[in-house]
């Protein structure tokens, strides 16, 4: 068996049914011992952070404001996985993989409620006087030291999958899409090229490697607070941009928005009744895909998120969990809904000549497509491009502070240093390389995250619990 084979094994192994059941189950446990709080608290969770977003707000030194670390988490959690990745589900999946997605998100609300509300409550100040967090340092300060192995083995597996999914897939995403615009505008991406690897590369993908570096070196080595102001302004543009684009184009399909959402909540339990002929797309399948994309796009209970809530300048812990709730509806709710309905609307009405592949791999190049058939071919192209490559870019802003919070948990403050650098020499290389494998491993090593940050979860439940109702029975804050 191959290197690939392994990996691609393990990427499976570690993204089954036992990760998936473990991460819906957190969240159904901790929605239901604290009375679903996502719905019964939504509004009020809306009214305070949504609501209190564009208000003046201000953070000390070493720490976000609340607005500036939810962008930071949603930076990282608003990425490929919103276009690329909810395309392949519902293609490999079914339309029905969206109502599964969906059924995630509500329950991961509370999961990423509690993630946030653990990292604020548990936090300590490193060497350099930044507020850090998240599931090491509450394993570490809330289940007592002898815990603190667990925190570093989720640490291990955060430092090594930045790399990847933070990193190398991200870039190599902007480059291809970037590539793919050069060529839709009569454009020759492939024009000048060199040999790396036994493979041909564009000239251009080094060149978008080294300048995605570049920008990425400015951002990271300017601290947590430079991050926070680059997050905050640039998650709210790429997603206005997104989201006016995708409008357009199911405003343009609306009469088959009936037949759309009919397709998803038919294909929720029969993949193939929805796409009316017998596609081989079983129940599990959809349900995996739906769930899993779920996942991996709102970062429910991967314990990444709550590293960068941790640095918030906001001191009650429930408050800044409500920014959680709001992350997971803004990330799959919202911006991964824009995507399944750009992608089905155009289905309904082109049918076959969209060229889904049902049961088969997706990728952008379909919501490309889908777009393109109401704003033009170009139009479509550059949006998705700009899509991607802002949504990538954030992510790796993100991740570069996520992978280098775990490496300082285990090494110290002063080396973080030697990990900001390998993280930015990675960029151009991600940039070149041929990463079907990359994937799968970041893949892997992402969901491995999720074990120990979930044994945390449930073994603090009852703080989680305790703490929310202290602060919901004091009336003056309702």
Request: glycine fraction near 14%; aromatic fraction near 12%; charged fraction near 10%.
């Amino acid at each position: 068996m191959s290197i690939s084979q392994i990996i691609t094994k393990i990427d499976g192994w570690v993204w089954g049914p036992v990760l998936l059941v473990l991460l819906a189950g957190t969240g159904v446990y901790l929605s239901v011992r604290m009375g679903f709080p996502q719905f019964r608290r939504f509004g009020y969770a809306m009214k305070n952070t949504i609501g209190k977003m564009f208000s003046k707000q201000k953070a000390g030194e070493g720490e976000v404001t609340p607005f500036q670390a939810v962008t930071t988490a949603l930076a990282a959690t608003v990425g490929t996985g919103n276009i690329a990745g909810v395309t392949g589900a519902i293609v490999a999946g079914g339309p029905g993989a969206v109502f599964w997605m969906w059924l995630c998100a509500l329950f991961g609300m509370c999961t990423k409620y509690s993630e946030v509300l653990l990292a604020v409550k548990f936090r300590e100040r490193n060497d350099k006087g930044d507020w850090v967090g998240g599931p090491m340092y509450y394993i570490k300060n809330g289940l007592g030291k002898n815990w603190a192995w667990l925190g570093a083995i989720f640490c291990i597996f955060g430092a090594l999958a930045a790399f990847g999914i933070g990193n190398m897939t991200q870039v190599n995403s902007i480059a291809s899409s970037l590539n793919g615009a050069i060529n839709a505008f009569g454009g020759d991406a492939a024009a000048k090229s060199f040999s790396m690897f036994g493979e041909q590369v564009p000239v251009t993908s080094l060149i978008f490697g080294v300048i995605v570096a570049v920008v990425v070196g400015m951002v990271l080595f300017g601290g947590i607070k430079r991050i926070g102001s680059v997050t905050e302004k640039l998650v709210p543009i790429m997603a206005v941009i997104y989201i006016i684009f995708s409008l357009v184009v199911i405003f343009a399909n609306i009469k088959y928005i009936p037949q759309t959402f009919g397709m998803i909540f038919k294909g929720a339990f029969n993949a193939d009744a929805a796409l009316g002929g017998a596609f081989g797309i079983v129940i599990m399948t959809t349900i995996q895909k739906g769930v899993g994309r779920g996942v991996f796009s709102n970062e429910a209970g991967m314990g990444s998120a709550p590293m960068a809530h941790a640095a918030t300048s906001e001191t009650e812990p429930v408050k800044q969990g409500l920014y959680g709730i709001f992350e997971v509806f803004m990330d799959t709710i919202v911006i991964c809904t824009m995507t399944s309905l750009v992608l089905l609307t155009a289905y309904c009405r082109l049918g076959d000549g969209l060229g889904i592949t049902w049961g088969g791999d997706g990728d952008a190049q379909l919501i490309q497509a889908a777009m393109g058939s109401v704003v033009g071919g170009k139009l479509g192209a550059l949006v998705v491009a700009i899509g991607l490559s802002l949504f990538a870019l954030s992510t790796i802003i993100s991740w570069s502070l996520y992978g280098s919070r775990c490496f300082e948990y285990l090494f110290g403050t002063k080396f973080s240093s030697v990990y900001k650098i390998i993280f930015l020499v990675l960029l151009p290389i991600g940039a070149t390389l041929k990463i079907g494998v990359v994937w799968d491993l970041a893949d892997a090593l992402n969901g491995m995250m999720a074990f120990p940050n979930l044994v945390a979860l449930l073994a603090l439940s009852g703080v989680i619990i305790k703490t929310t109702k202290e602060y919901f029975s004091d009336k003056s804050k309702l």
